[in-house]
């Protein structure tokens, strides 16, 4: 009996150590460490290059900064902009991010797994999803927007930030519905929502943030595991010697 609990904790302790793991690495900001500092892109140096070029850099003084609903809805999608939200709030739902191909390399035996183009964040565990938040403009009114995990957690740590160079994008019509309601609630109009994320960088880093957050999930699920798993060895012992 005695030999069964404490297979039975020791799976436990596995169990907790592997969700914590996945929490810790999940939330790693990679992006931000491995980027470092970035000189922030003036209006003028936006001229000469392409469109994509500039997305999700750091925004100098001089690039448009949207402050209300109305000048939300004025802007092109071809304009560089930003934003200082004074608030952030997820609505759970994102869309695949472009360098994340729809199909995944399976085995023979498996084959390959299709990723959807919406999916609830509960389950991107690799993140391979861009969230829809709302954000509160200084005029108190709320536009949709796609942003790196890192700014997304700034943000909600109450922590004023300028948001990268960013521009208006459609948005993703099987999210139109998941998000419907919250964006009703908050008067947000979802016929374009403020993507700023560095595609460019994230495609060309992503297998290296993926491996750094693979390694460091097992290290973290191995330590943990040991320590929780002698935990429970040593709590178990002590009750058998009284």
Known sequence: MKKMLRKFLE????????????????????ESLLRGKEEPVTLAMTEGGLPEDYIGMPAADDIPRIEDAESWEDTWQTSYVTVEPEAIIPTGVGARHPWISAYSSGSRRSGSRYRPDVSDMTFDILGEYSEYFLIQLPDQSYIL?????????????????TLPIGRKGAVHQQAIS??????RSYDVNMEGVFYCINDQWNESHNML????????????????????I?????????KTEE
């Not at 927007?145 to 930030?161: E, F, Y």
């Open 11 to 30: 799976f436990i302790s596995v169990i907790i150590a592997l969700i914590i793991a996945v929490l810790v690495a999940k939330d790693l900001p990679l």
């Open 178 to 183: 998941q998000i419907e309601d919250a964006s």
């Open 209 to 228: 943030m993926l491996l750094i957050r693979y390694g460091c999930g097992a290290l973290i699920a191995l330590v943990l595991g040991s320590i929780l």
């Open 145 to 161: 927007a796609q942003m790196s995990i890192d700014d997304a957690r700034a943000l909600k740590a109450g922590k004023k930030i």
């Open 230 to 238: 002698t935990i429970v060895d040593k709590i178990l012992k002590e």
